[in-house]
């Protein structure tokens, strides 16, 4: 069968025989948690950040929110950030406009506030929020001397260059200069053109300390690359940890679940 392509993934997944949507176990961990094939009907591996609040987001917030989002796309990150801080203040259990002010710190190389930010929104919310958990990581090892100052603007700025060969030449050189940052290694894998190369990129951003998002990717990777390979059962069984691992984030969780819908052909 040919391969499909998923929202997040790094590699494409050859879809396996199909199974029974009856509600049989295809996985158990440890602590006695169990995966059953119904569980995955429906997988989407898609998590509605934008709404994610502890209430409702006031209709203001949300229009204040916007217009700072519109101000800095016009590069008047002033403006944005004041309306940020506006949406905020009427909606101080929503994320979303702490992480756009942390992201536009970040885009002025105020990297300190940028980080204090971040901070907050993986605060508000612990299971993750975009990026923000990844942010938080590699802005806390830059201000610690672990990594380079501004490697997590450059490789954020890297979303930004089209051009696949352009971009695979950066991030080689990006893994080849700074072999422990670890999500250079995961786009590196995404940009590979073979498993082989895919799985060698992966076990070294594994190596590399990652943070609890770009950890759960890598490992969803490697499985999808695993199940390529016809090691199915290697596959369900990181995947099924991080399906039920209260540990996961969001992400990693909705994603490793649709993984397994595809694996399964559940959907």
């Known amino acids: 069968m040919g391969r499909l392509f998923v ?8 879809i396996g025989p199909s199974a029974s949507l009856s509600d049989q176990i ?43 989002r519109a101000a800095g796309r016009q590069g008047d990150s002033e403006a944005a950030l004041g309306l940020f801080r ?12 702490v992480y756009d002010a942390a992201f536009t710190h970040l885009l002025q190389q105020d990297f300190e506030k940028a980080y204090e930010l971040y901070r907050t929104v993986d605060a508000m919310a ?8 990844t942010a938080v990581d590699v802005l806390g090892k ?33 893994t080849e200069k700074v072999p422990q940052f670890a999500p250079a290694w995961a786009e590196r894998a995404k940009l590979e053109s073979d498993d082989g190369a895919r799985l060698k990129a992966l076990e070294r951003g ?9 950890l759960g990717f890598l490992l969803i990777n490697k499985a999808v690359v695993l199940a390529n390979a016809g090691r199915e ?6 995947l099924g940890q ?17 993984t397994l819908a595809l694996l399964f052909d559940a959907k």
């Open 142 to 174: 830059e201000m610690r001397g672990e990594l380079p100052a501004g490697i997590y603007l450059f490789h954020v700025s890297l979303e930004w260059e089209t051009d696949p060969a352009k971009k695979l030449q950066a991030v080689v050189q990006l």
């Open 242 to 258: 991080l399906t039920l691992d209260p540990a996961s984030t969001l992400g990693v969780e909705q994603v490793a679940k649709s």
């Open 233 to 238: 059962d290697e596959a369900v069984e990181i």
């Open 26 to 68: 295809i996985f158990k961990d440890a602590q006695g948690r169990v995966l059953r094939m119904s569980d995955l009907k429906g997988a989407s591996g898609s998590v509605d950040w934008e709404v994610r609040a502890g209430k409702p987001v006031p209709e203001e917030a949300a229009r204040l929110h916007e217009k700072g």
């Open 126 to 133: 612990p299971r993750g929020f975009f990026t923000a958990k």
């Open 86 to 97: 506006e949406a905020s203040e009427i909606a101080p259990d929503w994320p979303y406009p």
């Open 206 to 214: 594994l190596a590399a300390d990652p943070d609890p998002e770009t």
């Open 7 to 14: 929202s997040c993934l790094l590699v494409g997944l050859i």
